[in-house]
């Protein structure tokens, strides 16, 4: 089955610095790859997802990238701000798998 | 819609009794998960099923778990006996087909003494 592994476990950055999450995975099949915040005490909530059959994606301050032939993809977070601190996590699944497999998770700390 | 919606938000139960989580996915999401978090383990995949059928239980832990979903509405997550080791958040998520975003209820925190 698919494996995702996801680094770092923890990162801290200064407000106003970038934060970039890398995730890998090992299904060549998987053409779907969400990425979901999960602040303290919530429930996930996606953020941002891409698509096999694009290299990028971006939205305000976060941009997701993907590199197909290396398996790898991450998400880039800019001018960081510290209700930008909660916890990641990246995901990949592929069309007739029904359910993605997730990352262990990032848990990003902005300090103002 | 007003998102998926589980019940209890919180529950406490003492070791060897049974508890039962509930669900109601967002309508019309012909997909459903059962999810349990925690430190240890991270976000684990328990169940999942599609058009109320169950599709994959391989991450159910044990034969104290079980899972049902008879309409498309609801959803149950069963333990029995619950243990101390079964503490956790239990998040049920529906999504609309594959490969699509999933939507997480608010999650049940449940603690076993």
């Known amino acids: 089955g698919e494996n995702v592994e996801q680094h770092p476990s923890t990162l801290s950055v200064q407000e106003g610095d970038s934060a970039v999450i890398k995730c890998t995975y090992s299904d060549s099949a998987s053409n779907y790859f969400p990425w979901y915040k999960q602040e303290l005490g919530k429930r996930p909530q996606l953020i941002i997802d891409?698509?096999?059959?694009?290299g990028e994606k971006k939205d305000q301050r976060i941009a997701v990238t993907l590199n197909k032939t290396a398996k790898h993809f991450s998400l880039h977070i800019t001018e960081t701000q510290p209700e930008d601190s909660a916890v990641y996590f990246c995901a990949a699944s592929w069309t007739n798998a029904g359910k993605s497999t997730f990352g262990d998770g990032t848990t990003l700390t902005v300090k103002p | 819609d007003a998102g998926v919606i589980q019940s209890p938000r919180h529950e406490v139960t003492e070791m060897g009794q049974e508890v039962t989580l509930r669900c109601k996915p967002i309508s019309g999401h012909d997909y459903l998960f059962w999810y349990r978090q925690t430190m240890m383990r991270g976000l684990e995949l328990l169940i999942y099923f599609n058009n109320n059928v169950p599709i994959d239980d391989s991450g159910m832990p044990e034969d104290r778990f079980s899972a049902k979903m008879p309409n498309a509405s609801f959803s149950t997550l069963k333990i029995q006996p619950s243990e101390p080791r079964d503490s956790a958040v239990y998040f049920c998520?529906?999504?609309?087909?594959?490969?699509?975003?999933?939507?997480f209820g608010q999650g049940t925190r449940l603690t076993v003494v």
């Open positions: 998520a529906s999504s609309l087909h594959p490969n699509t975003e999933a939507f």
């Open positions: 891409i698509r096999s059959n694009v």
